[in-house]
């Protein structure tokens, strides 16, 4: 049996008879349904030009919306970490006002423990929400930061009294 020929096809433009193809010419295997040697179609893009496609800018239009999506999830990200960051805030407020509430109901600072726990949880950067003294001496307070994020408000809570 004899090995198959291989033959160049030419490019657009060109013809097999001249003789003359660029060493790059496409050699397809002689078998049952070839081409025949026909050119492949050319592909044409707007401008009629062989060559170009119909794709040109695609990949800047790629790249600017994975560009957004990454401003996206670090706007996303930025505002989970201030949420994080008022919570702590707003809790760090709330054990603040209920130690010093739970030390004006023992005594030990002067005053009315939830009106001590209204006046430091102020000058934390917070009101209080709901101030309730307990058995014990023990003092529930819930505060809120004054200064609101876009995720909602942050709140604190916390109870302090006098150790076991």
Known sequence: MSRPQ???T???GESAASGKL???ALETPDCPGASGGLPEPAILGE???PGESGERGAGTVLALGLALLVVLAAV???MLAQS???ASRAAAAADLAALAAADAARGIA???PCAVAVEVAHRNGARV???AAGAGFTVQVRTELDVRTPVGAATGLARAGPPP
């Open 6 to 8: 291989r033959r160049s």
């Open 10 to 12: 030419p490019h657009v």
């Open 22 to 24: 660029p060493d790059h």
């Open 47 to 49: 401008s009629g030009e």
């Open 76 to 78: 996303l990200l930025a």
């Open 84 to 86: 994080a960051a008022m």
């Open 110 to 112: 002067p005053g009315e």
């Open 129 to 131: 929400l709901s101030c």
